[in-house]
């Protein structure tokens, strides 16, 4: 007891020495001592000091824009994490960055740094991003797909547009083109205007398709989203009509030849008998565009056909051709409805086979050789990979057994037209 005793006091006396030899003003937190930090947030479109540094701007949708924060007095200071956000939403966490706000209208771009201790610093941007213009795609003369237009006296066109973001001044590219029977069209017109109309005095051809475009851009280059696009048809003589359209066989089929398809286009009369016809292969592997101008007025029946390629079934309908107007077919696709077919080569004519080691089929889709891709074989009811092709010969090879094997092939062609036969394989005796 007497020793704890003394130890407190020799403790206690040395607490009083300390304190009495100790300024404890020193050790008082001075807010004039600390260090502040700032964080500040600028736009600017390069990274080079001479470019302006803004805080507010306005810009166009597909304007890049570079995002800068500054922390003061030093970026290395300890920090918990730092982020972007775009009205309140996660924007990037880096420092500086290069973007883009398609978005059209006011944004709020913020820049957020979480220090050590956990205090938030921010500073805020406001950006606002035009509108483009827009088009009245239903107020428009002449309207989409008009007929019997006038080949001499002046074609004249109109639209309505207007900035929803402001009273800037619009102009409009208009563009003519002819279309014709390859891939490529004329330009008749390419202008750029400051009104919303415009009238042609040129001649057109009769019975053709005309394209007329604009695209439409404000002061601030920001153009609409869409370029406008509509067609018309030229007349001709009040006892003629035209027809007019495009062909092209199943898209996945096309991959698979070598050659463009062959198309044979009829008009027939009530009698069956050919009025018109076209012939042609596709361009580019695509379609065919087929025109007969002109033809007298009446109801006909229009029959496509691909005779290299009977899978194909013909495409026909019954058309009515009116007085002075094209008719436009549009885009018609022949249909590969055919299923592939399984022939065993061989003595039997029946699902019944001897076994042999290797065992031949014939595999055609019409002539065309089917890929491995589209083969299943199965032994038993389990699938194999015993088996390899040539062409249009698919040859399976068989493991001996004391009994009756099953052996099922299934296969489909580009177009999904399947086939499946199951072959019964009888034993294998030994002798």
Known sequence: MIRQSTAIVIFLFSAIFFLSCTNSDDYIFNEND?????????????????????????????DSIIFVANVSPSKSIRTKKYY??????????????????????????????????????????????????????????????????????????AWTAYDPDSTYELLYRFT????????????IVDTTLNTSYFSYWGSLDMFTQYTWQVNIKNEMYTNTEELFSNKFYTGGSSKESALMGSVKGHTLDLQAFEDSLLYIVQIQDSLNNVVASDSGKEICKKYFKYR???????????????PSHPEYAPFK????????EVLDISETELVDSIAPSIKFIGAS??????????????????????????????????????????????????PKSKVIQLLSIKVKDLASNKSARTFIVEAKHDE
């Open 292 to 306: 007969f101008s002109p033809i007298k007025p009446g109801t006909y029946t229009l029959q496509i056909s691909s």
């Open 176 to 187: 003519l083109k002819k279309s014709s029977s390859s891939n490529s069209e004329e330009v």
């Open 349 to 398: 004519t029946t699902d019944t086979i001897l076994f042999a080691d290797t065992l031949y089929f014939e595999v055609q889709d019409n002539g065309h050789p089917i890929s491995g891709n589209f083969l299943e074989v199965g032994i038993n009811g389990k699938p194999t990979d015993l088996y390899s092709t040539s062409n249009d010969t698919l040859m399976v090879f068989l």
């Open 317 to 324: 309908q019954r058309i009515n051709l009116v007085p002075n």
């Open 84 to 157: 972007w956000t775009i009205d309140g939403d996660f924007m990037a966490s880096e420092f500086s960055f290069r973007g883009s706000v398609d978005s059209p209208g006011r944004h709020e771009v913020v820049f957020v740094l979480i220090d050590y201790f956990g205090d938030t610093l921010s500073d805020t941007l406001h950006l606002w991003v035009q509108s483009p213009p827009i088009i009245n795609s239903t107020n428009v003369i002449p309207a989409n797909q008009s007929n019997g237009m006038p080949t001499h006296g002046g074609v004249h066109f």
């Open 34 to 62: 600390a260090t502040p930090i700032f964080v500040s947030a600028y736009m600017t479109s390069a990274f080079d000091p001479s470019e302006s540094q803004v805080k507010a701007d306005t810009i166009s949708p597909a």
